[in-house]
């Protein structure tokens, strides 16, 4: 992966930025609901430099990226998801996928999202509208992937995944996603909240988990005036006895590498090898989709590769 510099060679600031990126697992309620907070300002503003997103691009995949980060957070051994989403509006859809190791990676299907008259959208939903949203999960101990899809009944990925969870799967599940933009459009803070059910879990406290978790304001907020996710978890769900287990790292990043492009070249068939020999382009570049990393092979690099 080719990951762009947002830090400006200050590699004190990128190890500051890369310690607050965590995400935080956690139980309340008596052991009866689990869940997750993520600090991912560093993630989403790489994601938004590799893409070269606007700030409307960055919302919709930000948010995709902070949801499969969360999802991960109940995997373990090698496991993975990928979220897909395919809809009719001027998003036209996303993918994005996320490990057990909190790395992220995906991309939106319309970059920039084409918008005929900005001053209509009064609601993020409408750039949607219909489609469907899809997750698959990858488990290490499955001998295949596991995947579900809802028609978008909200268009919210937020609203939609929990709808998601509550038909595939029969869990009550809530998400708060947020990114908060500074008066430069900015993103100054990052993150999100993943709460599920466990079985036999009292309903009364799932309601009280559920009108808790919508009353946060903006996380991403918080987070850019420097309140650390167990503060705002704790003080938020106080009533409900947070308690935490665990932390681990969240980052955007992609397994893809200048090799890995070398093998797809040589696995060409003999007719396209020899073409590209010939005719180039010269120098032929290659961009993984997932994160926007462009790999160059001038003529010399391809004649003796091929």
Excluded: W
Excluded at 92 to 98: N, R, T, W
């Amino acid at each position: 992966m080719i990951k762009k510099d947002i830090f400006d060679h200050d590699v004190k600031a990128q190890f500051k930025a890369s310690a607050k990126d965590r995400l935080y697992r956690f139980m309340m309620a008596d052991d009866q609901i689990k869940g997750a907070v993520v600090h991912s300002t560093r993630m989403v503003n790489e994601m938004r430099a590799n893409h070269d997103l606007g700030p409307l691009e960055t919302l919709i995949l930000g948010q995709a990226y902070i949801a499969s980060s969360l999802i991960c957070s109940g995997l373990k051994g090698k496991d993975r998801i990928s979220m897909n989403v395919r809809c009719s509006g001027p998003v036209q859809g996303l993918d994005v996928e996320a490990n057990v190791f909190g790395e992220v990676r995906g991309y939106l299907k319309a970059n920039p999202i084409e918008i005929e008259d900005p001053d209509q959208i009064k609601r993020l939903s409408t750039l949607y509208g219909a489609g469907f949203l899809s997750v698959t999960k990858y488990l290490e101990d499955a001998n295949l992937p596991y995947s579900g899809q809802i028609a978008l009944a909200h268009g919210s990925i937020a609203e939609d995944l929990a709808e998601y969870f509550l038909k595939s799967e029969q869990i009550p599940t809530g998400f708060k996603l947020s990114i908060f933009f500074d008066e430069e459009e900015k993103v100054a803070g990052a993150g999100g909240i993943f709460l599920q059910a466990l079985p036999g879990v009292d309903p009364e406290k799932v309601a009280r988990a559920e009108q808790l978790i919508q009353e946060i304001d903006s996380l991403g907020e918080s987070f850019a005036g420097g309140e650390s996710p167990e503060a705002v978890i704790n003080q938020a769900f106080s009533e409900l006895t947070p308690r935490f287990l665990d932390s681990s790292r969240v980052e955007f990043f992609c397994r893809c590498a200048r090799e890995r492009m070398e093998g797809y070249l040589k696995g060409l068939s003999p007719e396209d090898r020899s073409d590209i020999r010939e005719n180039g382009p010269f120098p032929l570049e290659i961009t993984c989709h997932h994160c926007n990393s462009s790999y160059r092979f001038t003529k010399a690099e391809l004649e003796s590769l091929l």
